[in-house]
């Protein structure tokens, strides 16, 4: 059973920076997409960026490009989201979500849609505020 694991979530200062971690277990081959997500309150499930880690090929949100990094170490057992230049519009609950994907090809198109991922965590809070 794949599962997934946030952390890392905290309080930082507008312009400060923040490291989030996935862990990740179960997985039966490298054939997965692992994602970002949050969400803030009254607002819907937002795709932040993800990663293919059968060959490390990334995709972000217009919103994040050049602020947030997605990486997997070399055991694709963690998924770290570096998140940087921090904004009070990016807080929310972060999420790491999974998927089986042997053609991630055809998930390149629709990898910030919430329905495509089989496997969630539970959320970590990011908060930036002064």
């Known amino acids: 059973q794949v599962q997934v694991v946030e952390s890392g979530g905290a309080l930082v200062h507008p312009g400060g920076s923040l490291r989030l971690a996935c862990a990740v277990s179960?997985?039966?081959?490298?054939?997965?997409?692992i994602a970002w997500f949050r969400q803030a309150p009254g607002k819907e499930r937002e795709g932040v960026g993800c990663?293919?880690?059968?060959?490390?090929?990334?995709h972000y949100a217009d919103s994040v490009k050049g602020r947030f990094t997605i990486s997997s170490d070399n055991a694709k057992s963690a998924v770290s989201l570096e998140m940087s230049n921090l904004d009070p519009m990016d807080t929310a609950v972060y999420y790491c979500a999974a998927v089986f994907a042997p053609r991630a090809d055809l998930l390149a198109k629709n990898w910030a849609l919430a329905r495509e991922y089989d496997y969630w965590g539970q959320g970590t809070q990011v908060t930036v505020s002064s």
């Open positions: 179960g997985l039966t081959s490298d054939y997965y997409v």
């Open positions: 990663i293919d880690l059968s060959d490390g090929a990334t």
